[in-house]
């Protein structure tokens, strides 16, 4: 037998489209109803109740979607979660599942041919399945002889360095430190993650200019504060309960701006289902400024508004910059200000797409407000120039003093639940000198000390046959990643792709020559081991660890652990060990290797026990920057994207029914898109020019280095969204985005400026 092609892309169906006006509002009793209906029908009443009432409650299970922090104190009683937790926790406690025999039933080519949507409709995976060289179909294998095909696979290998271990971030820090433990030991640094393709920018910006690649804010900074800047953040879709947490500064005084190619329903007004008041129909208007910054005008909206303070700031020394803070705190300032004077304001406000006197209005409401804090997502991290943009964003709060005090600072809103307490573990390529240090003291061995793969480098890696095993610690690497099509020759080329995974995706159809699923337990299903039952810890994304304990009966007795399946694998690599057996088996014993690993973490069992958690130290939040030093300001250049005639720059973004790869359904509500994802958000404007009409069927290319991608069958939608721009949905588009087309220092994938043209499909 051979095995057949199997293709690379999710179907370019053409379907009948939904299109109304994008709304103003988010939330309300329609997104508790649109919760309702999805966890009742894949879960019902009783299980889906138990898992919702369990979530984010103290003690509770920890919502598997966002990392929006839970508040420390009161939590709703109506329910700490929003709609698109519900749904993250409706693809969880499915009832429906898939097995060997679904798997006979189906080949990978025939599985292929289903939508995105579709994959997930099928259920949970619910027991080890190999697909062996030559074959079409999975099936079932013993996890024994899974964990041995694993340790054969990686002990044949000529250096440890040929294996690349990716991380997506739902992995708990018990099984994130077990996993860099379990890949540092076989000898590599190979740990690229999902953070490398999301706030991997923000990471390395404020490293640079604060000392600590995290943000500086707490939950009640937001309370205390004057004013919020918002930047490419579409909160009401990916993190509504921080609309939340909105509504409570705007009614403490806060005053909102929104920078954003698009009006985002949830920033313009709010309907909060967690209140009686927001379910009678209630609306608080969030934004009191919206700034529709062009696509990457992020840099010349920063830059205009910066100029425009200096000038007030020589009119009235120490009014408007806090001379005091940065006298004391910081240091080139005078490099800073040599470098901005010289820009026009009119040019600059050109480049971002914006009138002046909007900017103006912007800069007044700024000097006017003195506790400032700025939260951005991947509208500014996913662009070439993304850490010149966050360090922009730095240097504005510098200038003011907004950073180290309550009410102020930086707020990057990460994205999985456990995404920063993954890093925290060691999930990183180039973990710091003093973490190997401290892990080869206390495990007594030579961790490796070459830097690793990131998530570009090991697509390039197996693409080029310098590495041949593939090991996915959750996520959706095939579709998650830049350039499908390349990707999927690079695992291709793969002798072994394992995927340790919840639910079916691309990821298990485009493999490597031999490919396992190893089905694991999901954040809300209930983890017995040997010594009972187990509670894990995350880390949200205001630096909060605090525990999450599921409580759902697991829908097969054939799941196994993430921490169980790292130990599975190691002794099968490394050798029977009986430590690693002790370490899946009580969780405890991972935790007070985790307090001996990393500061921060000392007693950790023992804090854990406080339902709310604890906060891990901070140097930017304690003002105290790069370590006793003292915070940076940057000089950073407006980027210039020199669009030819008929290209247009595209950000490829998430839908309200999608949590990344996982498609919910195909309607995007706020946006008043419905029934297809296949569109491309244009304005009206660039439609005439180009002759399109509302629904003109299109095809989208990109060209960079002279190599020509192209997806087809997207159809134009009119759409608020500034002259020269475009928006596309995330994974469909994602063959358009080239491999090397990434980010300067943090090497994020560039999603949110690509270069395309669109042409009519003649038909
Ligand atoms: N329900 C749900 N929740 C999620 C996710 C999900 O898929 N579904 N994903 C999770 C993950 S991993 C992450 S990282 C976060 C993502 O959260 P977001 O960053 O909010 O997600 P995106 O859809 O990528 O939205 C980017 C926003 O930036 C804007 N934007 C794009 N380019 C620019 C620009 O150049 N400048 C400015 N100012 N704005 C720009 C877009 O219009 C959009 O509003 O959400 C997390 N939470
Ligand atoms: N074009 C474009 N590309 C992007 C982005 C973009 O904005 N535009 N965003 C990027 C960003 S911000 C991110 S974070 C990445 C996301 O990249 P990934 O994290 O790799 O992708 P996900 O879609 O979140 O992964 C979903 C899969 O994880 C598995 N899973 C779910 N829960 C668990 C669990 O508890 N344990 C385990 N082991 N598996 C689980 C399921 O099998 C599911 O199919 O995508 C990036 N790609
Ligand atoms: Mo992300």
């Known amino acids: 037998m051979t095995r057949l092609p199997v293709p690379f892309r999710a179907p370019e169906t053409v379907r009948e489209i939904k299109v109304t006006d994008p709304k103003q509002v988010a939330a309300g009793t329609k997104a ?29 299970a920890d919502c598997p979607g966002c990392a929006w922090p839970d508040p420390d104190d009161d939590r709703s009683k109506l329910g700490e979660y929003c709609e698109n937790g519900a749904k993250a926790i ?101 740990l690229p993650d999902c953070s490398n393709m999301c706030h991997e920018s923000s990471g390395v910006a404020l490293s640079e200019t604060l000392g600590i690649g995290k943000g500086s804010v707490k939950l009640e900074d937001f309370y205390e504060t004057d004013l919020i800047l918002i930047m490419g953040q579409n909160p009401g879709t990916n993190h509504p309960r921080m609309l939340t947490a909105l509504e409570k500064a705007k009614a403490s005084g806060a005053t909102i701006i929104t920078a954003n190619p698009i009006p985002e329903a949830g920033l313009i007004g709010f309907q909060n289902p967690q209140k009686i008041s927001g379910l009678l129909g209630a609306t608080s208007t969030l934004t009191d400024q919206y700034l529709p910054v062009k696509i990457n005008g992020d840099v010349a909206l920063l830059k205009a508004i910066m100029l425009i303070m200096w000038q007030e700031e020589q009119k009235n020394p120490g009014k408007v910059f806090d001379q005091a803070f940065i006298a004391g705190k910081t240091e080139g300032y005078q490099d800073f200000l040599n470098h901005l004077q010289p820009y026009d304001l009119g040019e600059l406000c050109r480049q971002c797409g914006l009138t002046e006197e909007a900017v103006k209005e912007a800069a007044r409401t700024i000097m006017a407000n003195q506790k400032m804090i700025i939260c951005w997502a991947m509208g500014l991290t996913q662009h070439e120039n993304a850490v010149d943009t ?49 892990l080869g003291a206390v495990f007594d061995f030579k961790p490796p000390r070459a830097v690793g793969f990131n998530t570009v480098e090991a697509i390039t890696a197996m693409h080029e046959e310098k590495a041949s095993v593939f090991v996915g610690m959750g996520g959706n690497f095939h579709s998650a990643t830049p350039d499908t099509d390349y990707t999927c020759e690079a695992l291709q080329k793969c002798a072994l792709t394992v995927q340790v995974s919840t639910k079916l995706n691309r990821s298990h159809l485009v493999t490597g020559k031999t490919a396992l699923i190893l089905p694991c337990l999901a954040r809300t299903d209930k983890d017995l081991q040997a010594s009972g039952w187990q509670k894990v810890s995350v880390e949200n994304s205001m630096g909060v660890v605090h525990s999450s304990l599921g409580n759902l009966k697991p829908i097969s007795s054939q799941l196994k652990s993430e921490p169980a399946i790292v130990a599975g694998i190691a002794q099968a690599t490394l050798g029977p060990t009986p430590e690693w057996e002790e370490w899946a088996a009580d969780y405890d014993s991972i935790r007070d290797l985790i307090a001996q690993v990393i500061p921060g973490f000392e007693n950790f069992n023992k804090r854990l026990a406080n339902p709310a958690g604890f906060y891990l130290p901070n140097v930017a939040r304690e003002g105290q920057f790069l370590g006793q030093g003292k915070a940076r300001f940057s000089t950073v250049e407006v980027p210039d994207h020199h669009l030819k005639e008929g290209e247009y720059l595209m950000m490829t973004v998430r839908s309200h029914d999608q949590f990344n790869t996982t498609i919910y359904g195909l309607n995007d509500r706020y946006r008043g898109i419905y029934q297809d994802r296949r569109v491309i958000m244009m304005n009206e404007w660039d439609m005439e020019q180009a002759g399109f009409m509302p629904q003109t069927l299109v095809q989208i290319s990109s060209n960079y280095q002279n190599k020509l991608r192209v997806v087809k069958n997207f159809k134009v939608i009119p759409y608020p969204i500034p002259r020269g721009n475009v928006a596309t949905y995330f994974p469909e588009t994602n063959p358009l985005v080239p491999v090397a087309l990434i980010a300067r220092k943090s090497h994020t994938p560039v999603s949110k400026s690509v270069k395309v043209r669109v042409s009519q499909i003649q038909g």
């Open 90 to 190: 409706a693809e969880e406690a499915t009832l429906k599942s898939i097995g060997a025999k679904f798997f006979k039933r189906y080949s990978i080519q025939e599985l292929a041919e289903r939508t995105d949507y579709e994959l997930g409709q099928l259920g949970r995976l619910k027991e080890p399945l190999v697909l062996q060289p030559d074959t079409n179909h999975y099936e079932a294998i013993s996890w024994d002889q899974a964990f041995q095909m694993v340790g054969e696979h990686l002990k044949a290998l000529e250096s440890p360095n040929e294996a690349i271990f990716y991380t997506s971030g739902r992995t708990s820090n018990e099984a994130a430190f077990l996993y860099q433990l379990f890949v540092r030991q076989f000898g590599t640094n190979n």
């Open 390 to 438: 966050i360090q922009e964003v730095v240097n504005l709060l510098l200038l003011k003093g907004s950073i180290g005090k309550p009410g102020a600072g930086s707020c990057p809103v990460r994205g999985h639940s456990n995404v920063q307490g993954d890093r925290t573990m060691g999930i990183w390529e180039k973990p710091p000198p003093s973490f190997l240090d401290k």
């Open 32 to 60: 508790i109803w649109e919760a309702g209906k999805m966890v009742k029908a894949t879960a019902g009443v009783v299980r889906g109740s138990k898992a919702l009432f369990n979530l984010n409650q103290k003690g509770g």
